[in-house]
Nanobody
Framework: VQLVESGGGLVQSGGSLTLSCAAS????????MGWHRQAPGKQRELVAT???????NYTDSVKGRFTITRDNTKKTVYLQMSSLKSDDTAVYYC???????????????WGKGTLVTVSS
C-alpha cells in the first residue's frame, strides 16, 4: 500500500491550498483517512479525519477553515485549506486505515508528507 500526497507549496497568509492523497497497491478496503501535520520543532498533530461514510473530525485550530473530503472510487482524500495562517506552516502527512486483503487486519499507512509554507 502506498500513499502519495500532492498539492503542497508556498502560499501567502490568508490564501488557500488543496492537498490530495491517493492510495494505491493491494487494497481490499479503506476505513478512516486523514491528515496530520508537523511544524518545525513541534510534535506531529492530527488535523482532520474522515470515515468511509463521510463523518469528519477536525482539530480546533482548523475548524471553519479546513475541509476534508474523500473520493472512495479514486481512493483519494483531500484537504481544502483556506484562510491560511503562518501557524499552518508544516509538513502535512496523509494516512489511511487499510485492509489490504480480506484475510488481513487493518493497518495504518502513511505518506511521505508534503510541505506547506504560509508566508506572512
Amino acid at each position: 500500500v502506498q500513499l502519495v500526497e500532492s498539492g503542497g507549496g508556498l502560499v501567502q497568509s490568508g490564501g488557500s491550498l488543496t492537498l490530495s492523497c491517493a492510495a494505491s497497491g493491494i487494497i481490499f478496503r479503506i476505513n478512516a483517512m486523514g491528515w496530520h501535520r508537523q511544524a518545525p520543532g513541534k510534535q506531529r498533530e492530527l488535523v482532520a479525519t474522515i470515515t468511509s461514510r463521510g463523518s469528519t473530525n477536525y482539530t480546533d485550530s482548523v475548524k471553519g477553515r479546513f475541509t476534508i473530503t474523500r473520493d472512495n472510487t479514486k481512493k483519494t482524500v483531500y484537504l481544502q485549506m483556506s484562510s491560511l495562517k503562518s501557524d499552518d506552516t508544516a509538513v502535512y502527512y496523509c494516512y489511511a486505515a487499510v485492509m489490504p486483503t480480506y484475510f488481513t487486519d487493518y493497518g495504518d499507512y502513511w505518506g511521505k508528507g508534503t510541505l506547506v509554507t504560509v508566508s506572512s
